[in-house]
Every structure is written in C-alpha cells, then in structure tokens.
C-alpha cells in the first residue's frame, strides 16, 4: 500500500492537473487563441504604457505576452532564480503572461518589504484554479489581506500561536516515544528495494510514513482533537496526503494557463474543462475537511467535547449565536461559516504535516552524510542527559549545538524553498524600483539562504555557524529582525506553526540522537555505504514543497538499557493516551 505524496493518483477521486491548452480541441484553441491574443495584446500595451516612465527592477527579457513564461522549469523553479538573483542583484522583475512578479533576494530586501512595509505587502495573489475554484476562495493559506483572512488568522492563534504551542508540548512528548518505538521495530525494513509511486506516492511499508504520521498526528490532535494512530488502513491519513498531493501540484505556479491570463476565466464551462474539475476538486476536498468538520459538529450537538481548535471554535461561535453558519466567508458579525472554518483547520495540517516530516527526513540525511558532526551532536546529549531517562523539553537551553543542526537543516535544505509568495495592495518605490500594485512578491528563500555574504561556504553542511560553545540555545527565528533563516517567511503572513514545527522537531531529533543507531545500506560490489547525494538537486522532489525522495536506512536502538528505555516509555505512552481520552496505538 503506498501514501500519498507530492502527485494526484487514482487513490480516491483525484481529478488529474490538465493545462487549459489539453482541454480545448486544435480548431477551437486556435479561434480562442486568437481573440484571447488579440484581447491580451491590448492589455499588454496599455499595461506597457502605464509602466513606462517608472523605473522597474531589472530582470530578464521575455517574450510578448508571455513574458517569462517559458524560461521557467514550474516543477522546480528555484536554481533559476537564483541564477537570475546572482545576475540581477537584490531584485528583479519577472512577467509571467500578464502577472507582475518581483523577486527578493536579500534578506534586507525581504525584511525591508515584508516587515517593514508590511501593510503593504502582507497579501497574496492566488492561483485562480487551485484558490478560487478548488477551494473556493477559502484556503487560509492563500486568501489575500482582508478580514476574512484577519479572522482566520486570529481564530488560530490561540491554538498554534506561541503560547499556545506550549500546551501541544504533552502531545508531542508522547508521539515522539511512539515514533521511536516505532522505527526500533521498524529496523532493518527499509533497507529493502522500495520504490515511491508513479505519482511520488511513499510505500507505507518505508520509515518516511512513520514520520509523516508523527508530524500529522500532532497537528491532527491540535485541529481535531485525534490522533493518526495507525498507518495501514487509515482512511483520514491516505485522504490528507491525497489532497495534500494534489493541491501542490494544482497551485504550482504556471499549472494552468488560466492562473497567468484572467481573460481565459470568461470562458463558458464547455470550453474550461479546468473549472468543471476543479469544481469536482473542491467537493471532493469537502469530503475530507467539510467531513472532519461535520464529525466534530455533531459530536457537539451530542454533548461530546473535545479540546481542540474546531470543537472550541464551534462552541463559541454556538454561543454567540451561530450554531449553524453554513457557507463561505465570515458572519455579519466576524465568525467563521463552515467553509472558511473547514479550510482554516485544513491549511494546519496542510501546512504542518510534510513541511515538518521532510525537514526530519533531511535532518537525518545530513546526519549520515556527516557522522562526525553526528558524533558530536550525540556527544552534547550523553554530557547533558546521559543514558538513565530520554532527553526531554527542558534539556533544549542545554543542546545548543543539536538546534545549531535543526537550523542548519532548514537553512541548507528549507522545504518551501521558494517560500510562499506575497502581494502587492499599493504601488511602492523600493531602491529607486518600482513595484506596481498587485504585484506577485517572492522572497526568493532559496538564494538567501544561499547567499555567501550571509552565509560563507553556503552549499556545506555547517552547524558551527549557529553555534558557540558556553552560549545556550537560540532558535532565532521569529517574524522580527532579531532572526536569522528565513525558511518561516516573513511579515504579518509569518508562518503561525513555527513554534510547534520547532518544538515538533527538537523533541523528536533529540531522543533518535539519543537513543537510535542508523544502519546504512552498503554497495554490494565495493562495501561503501550508500547515502543520496545531498548536493544533488535530483535527491529531493520538485513541487513548491521540495522534500528528500525516500532513502535507504535502518535502524537499531544504540544499547539493550537504551532499548529498554524506548519500550517501556511507549507503553507508558498508550496509558497515557487513554486517560487524555484519546486512542491508542494500533500497529
Ligand atoms: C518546518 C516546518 C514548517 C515550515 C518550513 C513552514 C513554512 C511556512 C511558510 C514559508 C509559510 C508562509 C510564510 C509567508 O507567507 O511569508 C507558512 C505559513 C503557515 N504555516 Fe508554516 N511551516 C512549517 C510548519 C508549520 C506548522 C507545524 C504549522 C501548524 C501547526 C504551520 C502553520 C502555518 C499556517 C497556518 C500558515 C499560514 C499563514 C498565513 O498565510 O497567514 N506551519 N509556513
């Protein structure tokens, strides 16, 4: 059985990513074309115009109506614009058809706009296909700067915001134990010859989809107040890393000729196939968040409640009179209807379940691909916690160097590589450029992550750059300046999980420092240990999340006390589980 990945499959109902031009027959593309060119052309021009006597940023010549279009590789955009951001300096300029798109590529740039001007530049400019029609204008993650997206936000906060990611703590204590368990059982299985899917898809029988289950589970648990406790037949699991699979293909940038031209969004339904699919995306999608939704909604009404973002959400909307608001967007008063509510609390396990499992799956990649650094991470946990207990949450001022790692994991290898591009509302001068309104705006996370004036040497492996000895722990990683990555974007749109995708992280790594030994496959002819190349792009996938392909290792617990230890601390962890009312493993 294989989970879902990156791609769409024939899973559930997956209706396949088609480009406008597949959908229309040669003699009706050809008329549509021409008037769509001609209409294109006039926009083109004026457009033109309007922008003639501001200086724009630099940036590569395109071709007419088409700008940029075509020099971009839209599976796997980032080496070029890097390439481009090492031409054209801090800033450049893009068209991507009619799209304005400016591309940061410092971090002073990128916190100069996004921090600074942040009121400005706080919105975002969504893929038509995979925000307006497949999700109905309602993905959190991409409604532009309004109230609806203000409520939504806010409605968050108080279940992933800082302080209220002190609280999942419980939670992430116990499902690491169980990850643990889990990959000492695990053992030598994934040394075996195990191929992803024709779609990206992970074999459920690989070591990535315990670790997917890990970081979904607490997400999970925070949104919905369950938890994914079992991987084979799990019908909520294979539906979100199905929907999961197709919304990043379907929102990549360029997936649709309809995303870059607005005009094609006249067409009637018989000639748009794509909105009569994306249509069937979205009541499909409703099928899994609508229905966790509806499943909380009537626990409610039969006086079951849990702890968690949805159930407390509708109880208080309940309260203030709205026990039933079905629909899209806010109430008269700023509650959230079903719609927006149901994608709100899917945009955090959208957002939280890969992002965090990759980052894991990379740690671990440099781990073996570096085992003196390996060792000397080990080394920092034996002084600090020794053998006789598990490293726990209040070891973490203790392990600077372990965070020195996690850090340069997101640093070297961050999973949005390209972040997730912001908007325009107003025009703008930046460094004599102009920025005209309604602007795509990336902060190019790739190149500046890359940078070697920030970084010296950016394309090593170098934990050493996060860490001086004596000094504690510093994550150093908040929306403000005081930060130093930026894998969690920027500004008012700051990724609102980093707290717990920190916390999820430091939990985990530490205890499989700590207690696990990596058995790595080894070339049959020469005896060398096979480890993928990290600094081959071709190791991780394409898709705006770009994460490691699944990998070859097994696993032993270090020592027979350490073995112990991991066992007895899952058990512990399924009593516990039962007094918090919530299930038990099931394996
Ligand atoms: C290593 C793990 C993670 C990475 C790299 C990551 C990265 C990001 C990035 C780049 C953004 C967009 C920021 C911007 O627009 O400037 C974002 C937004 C978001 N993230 Fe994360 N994230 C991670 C984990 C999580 C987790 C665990 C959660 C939930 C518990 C979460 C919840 C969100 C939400 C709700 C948004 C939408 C913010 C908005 O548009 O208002 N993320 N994340």
């Not at 097994?554 to 350490?562: N, T």
């Amino acid at each position: 059985m294989l989970l879902h990945n990156r791609f769409p499959s024939l899973f559930l109902y997956p209706p396949p990513a088609i480009t406008t031009m597949a959908i229309l027959g040669t003699s009706e593309a050809m008329a549509v074309g021409l008037t769509l060119g001609a209409l294109a052309l006039v926009h083109y021009v004026k457009q033109a115009n309007a922008n003639a006597d501001r200086k724009l940023p630099p940036g590569p010549k395109g071709v007419p109506f088409f700008g940029n279009l075509f020099q971009i590789d839209v599976l796997r955009p980032y080496p070029k614009f890097r390439e481009w951001a090492m031409e054209y300096g801090p800033i450049y300029r893009l068209k991507l058809g009619p799209q304005e798109v400016i591309v940061l590529n410092t971090a002073e740039a990128a916190d100069e706009l996004f921090v600074n001007r942040s009121k400005t530049f706080s919105s975002r400019s969504p893929p038509h296909v995979a925000h307006d029609i497949m999700s109905a204008g309602q993905r959190q993650v991409f409604l532009p700067y309004d109230t609806e997206w203000k409520a939504s936000r806010k409605s968050l906060q108080v279940a992933i915001g800082p302080g209220a990611s002190k609280r999942v703590r419980p939670s992430q204590d116990l499902e690491s134990r169980v990850l643990l368990y889990d990959i000492t059982q695990h053992g030598e299985q994934s040394l075996q010859e195990m191929k992803e899917g024709p779609n990206g898809e992970v074999p459920e029988a690989h070591w990535f989809s315990l670790v997917r289950r890990y970081t979904t589970s607490i997400v999970m648990t925070v949104t919905y107040g369950k938890r994914a406790h079992k991987i084979l037949n799990n019908r909520h699991l294979h539906m979100i890393y199905e929907v999961l699979a197709n919304f990043t293909k379907v929102g990549q940038p360029g997936n649709y000729l309809a995303d870059a031209f607005p005009i094609l969004r006249k067409l009637p339904d018989f000639l748009a196939k794509w909105r009569v699919d994306a249509r069937k995306m979205h009541e499909w999608e409703m099928i899994l968040w609508g229905g966790l939704l509806k499943e909380l909604q009537d626990e409610i009404s039969n006086g079951i409640s849990r702890d968690c973002y949805v159930s407390n959400y509708l109880r208080q909307r309940g309260e203030a009179g709205h026990e039933d608001a079905p629909g899209c967007g806010l109430t008269e008063d700023g509650w959230l209807r079903d719609t927006l509510l149901a994608y709100t609390a899917g945009t955090v396990l959208e957002a939280g379940s890969d992002t965090t499992a990759s980052t894991m799956q990379s740690f671990i990649l440099f781990m073996i691909s570096h085992p003196e650094i390996a060792k000397k991470v080990r080394g920092e946990i034996d002084r600090v916690v020794g053998s006789e207990r598990m490293p726990a949450f209040e070891d973490e001022p203790n392990l600077p160097y372990l965070v020195a790692c996690i850090k340069e994991t997101l640093r070297r290898r961050p999973p949005t590589i390209m972040g997730i591009p912001h908007s325009s509302d107003e025009d703008d001068v930046y460094e004599g450029y102009f920025i005209p309104k309604g602007s795509t705006v990336i902060g190019n996370v790739w190149a500046i992550h890359m940078d070697p004036k920030r970084y010296p040497n950016p394309f090593a492996f170098l934990p050493e750059r996060w860490y001086e000895e004596g000094k504690p722990t510093r994550w150093g990683s908040g929306p403000d300046t005081d930060r130093d990555h930026y894998v969690f974007g920027w500004g008012r749109r700051f990724c609102q999980g980093s707290y717990i995708a920190e916390a999820s992280l430091f939990i985990v790594l530490a205890r499989i420092m700590w207690g696990i030994d990596f058995i790595l496959p080894k070339d049959e002819k020469t005896g060398k240990p096979i480890i993928p190349d990290i600094n081959d792009e071709k190791t991780f996938s394409d898709g705006f999340v770009s994460i490691p392909y699944i990998y070859k290792l097994g696993f032993k617990p270090r020592s027979e006390k350490h073995k112990k230890l991991i066992e007895r601390s899952y058990e512990d962890s399924q009593a516990e589980w039962q007094v918090l009312g919530l299930k038990t493993d099931e394996r």
